[in-house]
């Protein structure tokens, strides 16, 4: 036996038993018995109080407050709590931690660019953003049929989700034989010769920053590709901002 108690590995494994049952009893007789009896508390109401009044009235209490997320989409005020966990009125311990999320209130949404599309495409365009299209309106116009030349609201407008956009789209003239070149991505140079060639014109052209397009990217046009219009007519185009000297070149041509 003194041989076994010489061997280090055997000491070793008797210390770290040893050690386990004087924190069993420690945990059994002084832990568990200060926990058991340690005072209980009721977790308040805080759902729809502001932050800083719910954190306040927490802290009083004695508990614990962590701020745990914030929610967008929600009809409950910005700043506002929309859940807390404990709920209200459960029983713990004093100094319990109590968490808390906040509502970012409703989320909102820019309008984009809906002149030049067709109804459809509108409808992907607001739906992809989470807005939705609202009431159509078609009468007669000198521009493309079928294609949307007005919107309820300007591109960048900032609505709530869910929101939605009504258009107007032209009943048409009738007579348009040249359909409209698809020119998104190509530059304002190559623009120009294509529409030439199909016996258009450039017409307005909006510069537009972009950190990741090269000057001069048509971002996109009005009227959209693939309608029609007459020999002569103009095509409006967004195009990504040059350069200062460029962009002075450009306007002065």
């Known amino acids: 036996m003194k041989k076994l108690f010489r061997n280090p590995l055997v000491r070793n494994l008797l210390y770290v038993f040893l050690g386990l049952v004087l924190l069993l009893v420690i945990f059994d007789n002084l832990i568990m018995p200060w926990y058991v009896s340690s005072p209980e508390t009721s977790v ?18 004695g508990f ?23 709920e209200a009125g459960s029983i713990v311990k004093e100094g319990r931690t109590v968490y808390l999320f906040v509502s970012g209130g409703v989320q909102t949404i820019a ?5 030049g599309k067709s109804i459809l495409d509108a409808k992907f365009a607001l739906e992809r953003l989470g807005l939705k299209l609202g009431r159509v309106e ?10 949307i030349f007005d919107q309820q609201y300007a591109d960048g407008t900032m609505l709530k989700q869910g929101e939605f956009v009504g258009v107007t789209v032209s009943a048409g003239r009738g007579g348009g034989s040249i359909f409209v070149p698809d020119l998104i991505g190509k530059s304002l140079t190559e623009a120009r010769k294509i529409l030439a060639d199909s ?3 450039i017409g307005k052209v909006n510069y537009q920053p972009s950190s990741t397009l090269l000057p001069n990217t048509i971002l996109d046009q009005y009227p959209s590709g693939g309608n029609t219009l007459n020999p002569g ?13 460029n962009y002075l070149n450009e306007e002065n041509n």
């Open 233 to 245: 007519d103009a095509v409006d185009l967004f195009v990504t901002k040059p350069g200062e000297s």
């Open 199 to 201: 016996s258009l014109t």
């Open 138 to 147: 078609r009468i007669p116009s000198s521009q493309p049929e079928d294609m």
């Open 111 to 115: 309008v984009p660019l809906l002149k």
């Open 44 to 61: 308040p109401e805080v759902i729809g109080l502001p932050t800083s009044e719910a954190v306040d009235l927490l802290d009083e209490g």
């Open 64 to 86: 614990e407050v962590v701020i745990s997320d914030t929610s967008y989409g929600l009809q409950v005020p910005v700043g506002a709590i929309f859940f807390q966990k404990p």
